[in-house]
Structure formats: C-alpha cells, structure tokens
T-cell receptor, first 114, second 113 residues
Framework: SAVISQKPSRDICQRGTSLTIQCQVD?????MFWYRQQPGQSLTLIATANQGSEATYESGFVIDKFPISRPNLTFSTLTVSNMSPEDSSIYLC???????????FGEGSRLTVL | KNQVEQSPQSLIILEGKNCTLQCNYTVSPFSNLRWYKQDTGRGPVSLTIMTFSENTKSNGRYTATLDADTKQSSLHITASQLSDSASYIC????????????FGKGTTLSVSS
C-alpha cells in the first residue's frame, strides 16, 4: 500500500484567510488527486495534480480559489484561499498504485472556518 | 447521469451480527466497482475492487458482490465487530478520458456491544 502523509490533520481558521495543505507520498507517482468531503456528502474531486504541468480542475473548482503545487513526483500542496465557512470540509489527497489500479487516500485534513 | 446510490444511509447492529449494505449505480460505461471503509477522522481505505467479470470478492469478513446486469452491488459483513463501525463508501469507475470515479454518499454503520 502507498503511504500518504497529510498536514495539517485539522485546523480552525478565520474567514478570509488561506490555508495550505501538504501531501507527501512514499513513492513517486505521476498523478496526485485532491478531493473535498463536505459533511454528510460524498467525495468530490477538486483537481488532478501532474508534476511539471498545471493542475487540471474539475467543474466548479478554480485555480484562484484552490491553487495547487506539484514540485516533484512525491509531493503536492493544495491551498484553500480566502476561506469562508462553506469551505469547512475534509480535504483528501490520493494516488493510484500502478499495476493494481487501487486508489489510496491520505488521512485527510479537517478544516473548520469560523 | 452517472450516479451511485447507497442504502441504507445508516445502520445500527449488535456486535456479532451480520449485515449487508447496498449500492446501486447508473454509471456507464462501467469499468470497476470499489468499496471503501472510512473510519471517523481517517481517510478511506480500500476493501475490494471488482471488474465487470467478477461477481464476488472477499476480504476477510467483508464480501462484496456485483451484478453488472442489474447494476447492483452489496457488501456483506460477517460477525461484526466494534471496529467495523465506520462509513462504507461505494465507488464506481467509468471508462472515459480522465479521472472518472463516482462516489456514493456512504452508509454509516454503528456496531454496538
């Protein structure tokens, strides 16, 4: 299994501020995925982060709100910008294990915006 | 529209009992179906992955079934334990360009002693 470390595990933030979530994988992967899980809802894909190119955002998500960095094949960051209470969610990083097609998730970052 | 519906939304059972969770999907074209377990405050962990040609797959006390004709899947948990208390998420993958995973909202299982 892939080991995925996310930081912070949780945070409480003030409206209007920004928070950067880090995701570290124990092996090199081509694509890393960022998901959002709002309370009582299913996981929603925010964007796919590819090393060496701009992230690909899903409908409803924009780079200005959720800028992503992917400086190398084992690391990515997701920033939640200008936060509002509606951004209170769990944010999850995930990767595919090549060969099996299995999708592994990090432990998640629980964000509360006051 | 590609959708994954899970039932029941929540379930409470006594320790040692069996239970079955349901997943119906309208995803097309179908690629595979996955079941994940998500403990409170943790990330989802894969239980099973099934392709079109597989109709059952087990992982310890967890057994998943798939009926691709009726587009239904079930997850059966045998001899439940307190540690089975979690959210169980059904995820269906579609054959299309780019990432195409459709997540259900999950079934919250509570096992009590």
């Amino acid at each position: 299994s892939a080991v995925i470390s996310q930081k912070p595990s949780r945070d409480i933030c003030q409206r209007g501020t920004s928070l950067t979530i880090q995701c570290q994988v124990d092996s090199q992967v081509t694509m890393m995925f960022w998901y959002r899980q709002q309370p009582g809802q299913s996981l929603t894909l925010i964007a796919t982060a590819n090393q060496g190119s701009e992230a690909t955002y899903e409908s409803g998500f924009v780079i200005d709100k959720f800028p992503i960095s992917r400086p190398n094949l084992t690391f990515s960051t997701l920033t939640v910008s200008n936060m509002s209470p509606e951004d209170s969610s769990i944010y999850l990083c995930s990767v595919y294990r090549s060969g099996t097609g299995e999708l592994f998730f990090g432990e998640g970052s629980r964000l509360t915006v006051l | 529209k590609n959708q994954v519906e899970q039932s029941p939304q929540s379930l409470i059972i006594l320790e040692g009992k069996n239970c079955t969770l349901q997943c119906n999907y309208t995803v097309s074209p179908f690629s595979n179906l996955r079941w994940y377990k998500q403990d409170t405050g943790r990330g989802p962990v894969s239980l099973t992955i099934m392709t079109f040609s597989e109709n059952t797959k087990s992982n310890g006390r967890y057994t998943a079934t798939l009926d691709a004709d009726t587009k239904q899947s079930s997850l059966h948990i045998t001899a439940s334990q307190l540690s089975d208390s979690a959210s169980y998420i059904c995820v269906v993958s579609a054959h299309q360009a780019g990432t195409a995973l459709i997540f259900g909202k999950g079934t919250t299982l509570s096992v009590s002693s």
